[in-house]
């Protein structure tokens, strides 16, 4: 199996604390149900969604070195839906457990930062807390930007 598809694979097994479930991009739900939340979801590249830090990865970049390692630069978004934005009292009914689920998250990502050495460096995190749209539905969560380098 190739690079990108191991990572892709170690990631979607990540175990975090707290959450229901976790999708890989060949098992991502059209739908998803209160029985699937939270729910962690691995999107190859990027949602197409706006940033809050208005920054975009150019999806692969090559980082080739003669003589040297070839490798490959790849950002891949891994959402965090707690909860749907109809349910509760709104965003301070549901930011206390986002907040608690990245921790978790974090706290298992520290535990395999290479995700099982299928990357050639510990993945660069950026966190996005709040609303997160799926499938053209929304929800309380997190969209989680890695960029990772992989070997080939």
């Given at each position: 199996?190739?690079?990108f598809s191991n990572a892709l694979t170690a990631l979607a097994a990540l175990s975090v604390s707290g959450v229901a479930r976790n999708a890989a991009p060949d098992a991502l739900p059209?739908?998803?149900?209160?029985?699937h939340l939270p729910i962690l979801l691995v999107i190859p590249g990027?949602?197409?969604e706006r940033s809050l830090f208005n920054s975009r990865s150019e999806g692969f970049?090559?980082?080739a070195f003669p003589g040297g390692a070839r490798t490959l630069v790849v950002q891949v978004t891994h959402l965090l839906l707690v909860a749907s934005r109809d349910d509760g009292l709104g965003a301070r009914s549901h930011l206390p457990r986002v907040i608690a689920l990245l921790d978790a998250y974090f706290a298992a990502l520290s535990l395999n930062p290479t995700l099982s050495g299928t990357l050639c460096e510990p993945a660069r995190v950026t966190v996005e807390p709040g609303s997160v749209v799926y499938s053209g539905a929304a929800y309380h969560g997190a969209t989680l930007r890695h960029l990772w380098v992989l070997g080939y």
């Open positions: 199996m190739p690079a059209l739908t998803i149900t209160r029985a990027d949602t197409g970049t090559a980082a």
